[in-house]
């Protein structure tokens, strides 16, 4: 809609051009800032342990935890044919980005968050495109994307994470944690978690954290490589297969005393035990490369 | 037409395999219309025409067998290669009873025996290893097309229908899906010429099932995307 519409016709004619060309920009400057996006802030008190979902189709969810017994919830549309809802349902808070008309163009459905949410928050997070970055908060969490990349820092708890294309980093992360893909990349820096569960298809995976007693860490691709890194003082059970691809080891394994690995009859293929071997790791992938290499 | 149960037909199942058909109408009728006793049936005659066009091939046991065996029976002193001469002259005076028994002319009869029931059972399993690797693998491959064959083409007519409904969606989410399901038909190629190259690889089955699994969940996120566009 233009501006201009709102300037009736008669005042132009009457008007000297000194003010004519004041008027001009000014009235441009308004109309550029009615197309801007409109940034929202929205709190909402909440108890112990909240759920807060947030359906989004395009855009940076940035997510971070504080101190307060709140949600806040900063958003901030691409355009004005789309519209946040947030509304609380007793102790969850549900975030949606909605098309105020049928025919809202794919680059209109974008729209920024910022959230500060308690650290004992449990997450659900759908976002396709763009960016997911959670940091700090420590309750459940599940993030689904398809080309989003998903960066989580000091997360904790049941850890979930579905992309489709997008990249999944995680640092130092506690707890449980489940993640798929197809053609992302996994990098787990600084773990401390006792259950990982990594597969992608044709995406990378980086380990590089603590393995825990008694954790079990599953690293699985079709290609691509496969990497942990591992320290002197580690101790794990190790089963490291690839069908038609390469296992590289640095590790001075021994034949595992726990348990009795039979060797496939098909690719290539590593078993055995580093000191104690209280946690354990497989390994698997179709043709790729797996690499258990010494932490620098 | 009342006909007979899966369970019921299973007692005809052993004098069916031998050519012998039941008088009783319902028990034709049950492999007429089930589908699951019928393949059972395909599944033992092709069992069947494979060991029998190997035991064809294979009648006698090769040579090496019986060298190998004399080899080991004369090794552990069961057997003497030489002949006495008295002995000799004896045996030409016997009438012949045969290459097997002037193999092993000296030897006690259960020993033998027990010679000859081992030579029996090396030879039945030299064998049925090849004809049990086969027909195996010939198992494998069937049972694997069987699950697989209507998968593939249920995914396949899926995917049709699907292209029509993301072209509205985010180009950037719709590209990364097409690309993705690039990827992973990619992989369901691999992995089915790794299973028909080698039908009991295990690792090869799992990432097939696997692939058409995530197949099947981009299907389904394509068709969501575009059924929330129109």
């Not at chain 1, 132009?12 to 940034?39: E, F, I, M, Q």
């Not at chain 1, 969850?92 to 910022?114: G, H, I, K, Y």
């Not at chain 2, 149960?5 to 028990?27: I, K, Q, S, V």
Request: one cysteine or more.
């Amino acid at each position: 809609m233009s501006s201009y519409h709102f300037v009736p016709a008669q005042w132009l004619p009457k008007t000297n051009w000194k003010t004519a060309g004041l008027l001009v920009p000014s009235l441009l400057l308004c109309s550029v800032v009615s197309a801007a996006p409109r940034r929202q802030e929205q709190h909402f008190k909440v108890a112990a342990h909240p759920v807060i979902t947030i359906h989004n189709p395009n855009g940076l969810i940035t997510v971070k935890a504080w101190t307060k017994a709140e949600v806040m919830i900063i958003s901030t549309p691409a355009s004005d044919r789309i519209e946040v809802d947030a509304e609380q349902m007793g102790n969850r808070v549900d975030v949606s980005t909605r098309e105020l008309s049928d025919s809202v163009a794919p680059d209109d459905m974008r729209a920024d968050f910022q959230i500060n949410v308690p650290e004992d928050a449990e997450l659900q997070i759908h976002n396709d495109a763009g960016n997911v970055s959670v940091a700090n908060v420590l309750g459940d969490m599940n993030v689904e994307t398809v080309a989003a990349g998903v960066d989580l820092e000091d997360a904790a708890g049941y850890l979930s994470v579905k992309t489709v294309g997008g990249s999944f980093t995680c640092i130092r992360c506690a707890g449980r944690i489940e993640a798929s893909s197809i053609s992302g990349n996994f990098r787990l820096l600084d773990l401390r978690s006792y259950h990982v569960w990594a597969q992608t298809s044709s995406g990378n995976i980086l380990f590089n954290g603590e393995f825990l007693p008694n954790g079990t860490y599953s690293l699985k691709n079709y290609s691509g490589v496969i990497e942990v890194r591992f320290s002197p003082g580690d101790s794990f059970d190790l089963s490291a297969t690839s069908l038609k691809g390469k296992v590289n080891n640095e590790a001075k394994l021994t034949p595992s005393p726990h348990q009795r690995h039979f060797m496939p009859r098909w690719g290539n293929a590593l078993f055995g035990t580093f000191n104690e071997g209280r946690a354990k790791i497989e390994m698997t992938s179709f043709d790729g490369t797996i690499n258990i290499l010494k932490r620098d | 037409m009342a006909t007979i149960t899966c369970r019921e037909f299973l007692n005809y199942l052993e004098p069916w395999m031998e050519g012998e058909r039941p008088p009783d109408a319902h028990a034709h009728a049950h492999v007429r219309t089930c589908s699951h006793c019928s393949s059972i049936i395909n599944d033992l005659e092709m069992i069947h025409s494979e060991a029998r066009s190997w035991s064809v091939s294979e009648q006698d046991a090769p040579e090496r067998v019986w060298i190998s065996l004399r080899a080991q029976l004369e090794q552990e002193g069961l057997i003497q290669e030489t002949i006495p001469a008295s002995e000799d002259r004896a045996q030409a005076a016997a009438p012949r009873t045969g290459w097997f028994a002037g193999l092993f002319p000296r030897l006690p009869r259960p020993v033998l025996a027990g010679a000859y029931l081992a030579a029996l059972v090396a030879v039945a399993f030299a064998l049925s290893g090849p004809v049990n690797k086969r027909v195996n693998e010939a198992r494998w491959l069937k049972g694997t097309q069987i699950s697989t064959s209507p998968l593939s083409a249920q995914l396949n007519f899926a995917e049709q229908n699907s292209n029509s409904y993301v072209t509205r969606s985010n180009p950037v989410v719709a590209a990364s899906l097409h690309q993705n399901l690039a990827i992973v038909d990619n992989y369901i190629a691999l992995c089915e010429k790794s299973v028909s190259e080698d039908p009991q690889n295990e690792v090869a089955r799992d990432y097939l099932f696997e692939a058409y699994q995530q197949k099947a969940d981009l299907l389904t996120q394509l068709t969501e995307r575009g059924e929330n566009v129109q």
